[in-house]
């Protein structure tokens, strides 16, 4: 039994030997067959002459004239002062283009009536829009109206403080009114015209 046990042992031993030289002995391999050198010359090249004959100067000789030439309406810059020339004659107008807040509207009116109907605060002038930013009425007891017409549409504002900041936009050629409070009370808005 040790006999066998012996042989078994040395054939493992021998198959584990085999093994182990077959995995770390480098292996050739087979390749693809060596490219061939191909031919790249280029035919008809032509012959470029491009040498310096001389100084080079590189850049803007003298100073550049640039203005404003009324006749041709071109900018024109004033090279011995480097400012920009505006003739006094025709200035340039300079305003913000995004702020149309330059005619300024305030009204008033009051409430002659026990109901609380609207009395008439301001009238929109044709061709304009009104930006009302303030509204204001001296005693809501049940609330506050702002009546504008925006786009066509009749548009109500309710508020049940005596003065509300507001963004309300009334339509040329409209009526903005409000309405609330008691017989003798003080209506009022501030804001702004603008061209639509």
Do not use: H
Request: glycine share 10%; charged share 10%; hydrophobic share 40%.
């Amino acid at each position: 039994m040790n006999r066998f046990r012996n042989s078994i042992i040395t054939a493992i031993g021998f198959v584990a030997l085999i093994a182990v030289g077959t995995i770390t002995s480098p292996r050739k391999g087979y390749g693809a067959p060596a490219a061939q050198t191909q031919n790249v010359n280029v035919l008809n090249t032509p012959t470029v002459n491009a040498q310096q004959s001389g100084l080079w100067t590189v850049g803007i000789s003298g100073t550049p004239v640039v203005g404003l030439d009324a006749s041709n309406n071109t900018v024109r810059f004033d090279a011995d002062n480097n400012t920009v020339k505006v003739d006094s004659a025709a200035p340039v107008s300079v305003r913000e283009a995004d702020n149309p807040a330059r005619q300024p509207v305030a009204g008033s009116c009051v409430i002659n009536n026990n109901q609380g109907f609207p009395c008439t605060v301001a009238n929109v002038p044709p061709g304009k829009s009104l930006v009302i930013e303030m509204a204001q009425l001296s005693n809501p007891n049940g609330g506050m109206e702002l009546n504008v017409v925006t786009n066509g549409v009749q548009i109500t504002y309710t508020f049940s403080q005596p003065s509300q900041l507001v963004r309300a936009y009334a339509d040329g050629g409209t009526a903005v009114s409000i309405a609330g409070g008691q017989q003798g009370m003080k209506a009022a808005i501030a804001g702004y015209l603008i061209d639509p």
